[in-house]
T-cell receptor, first 113, second 111 residues
């Protein structure tokens, strides 16, 4: 079946530090992979996506590369800001025709000045 | 363009009461979804719809019903609320299979 395993948080970093949030997945077929971000009190927003192996998704300085050989989609950012404080969710698409997403449990990031 | 909106934002119910959560989208999306978010469990799919007049069960459908009478609306009903249904509920819509747009959420407490 489909599942997503995310690095447990919370993660606390100082401003301008390097960020990595690990995500690995189990899936049948060839899913698309996503990172969503949830700011306090808000719904989830799509941060970036990759639809096939070796694709790199990027947005707002965040990047993640679809690694089929290691079944991973780790999120990285070179220099975090206080405004990046949020909960980050890794997700994969359901390739069985049900059109659904499977989410990881989320990783809370706090960036301190 | 409001995107995805949810009504109400907060609600407190007593065990056994019923209620309906409304989700509306103005983006003409075909697909709509209801999730619940619980601490340490991420988002879990309750029900979804791939078009007006259609609904299907997700991962955790028990205790919930849904209807999609109009393309822009997706209703989630709780017929007899239980404390285990205390959660934050998110609606989402999608123009195609994978990229989903989320509403702001409804925080429901069942006492």
């Amino acid at each position: 079946g489909n599942s997503v395993t995310q690095m447990e948080g919370p993660v606390t970093l100082s401003e301008e530090a390097f960020l990595t949030i690990n995500c690995t997945y189990t899936a049948t077929g060839y899913p698309s992979l996503f990172w969503y971000v949830q700011y306090p009190g808000e719904g989830l927003q799509l941060l970036l996506k990759a639809t096939k192996a070796d694709d790199k998704g990027s947005n707002k300085g965040f990047e993640a590369t679809y690694r089929k050989e290691t079944t991973s989609f780790h999120l990285e950012k070179g220099s975090v800001q206080v405004s990046d404080s949020a909960v980050y969710f890794c997700a994969l698409s359901d390739e069985t025709g049900a059109n659904n997403l499977f989410f990881g449990t989320g990783t809370r990031l706090t960036v301190i000045p | 363009n409001a995107g995805v909106t949810q009504t109400p934002k907060f609600r407190v119910l007593k065990t056994g009461q019923s209620m309906t959560l409304l989700c509306a989208q103005d983006m003409n999306h075909e697909y709509m979804y209801w999730y619940r978010q619980d601490p340490g469990m991420g988002l879990r799919l309750i029900h979804y719809s791939v078009g007006e007049g259609t609904t299907a069960k997700g991962e955790v459908p028990d205790g919930y019903n849904v209807s999609r009478l109009k393309k822009q609306n997706f209703l989630l009903g709780l017929e007899s609320a239980a404390p285990s249904q205390t959660s934050v509920y998110f609606c989402a819509s999608s123009p195609h299979r994978y990229e989903q747009y989320f509403g702001p959420g409804t925080r429901l407490t069942v006492t």
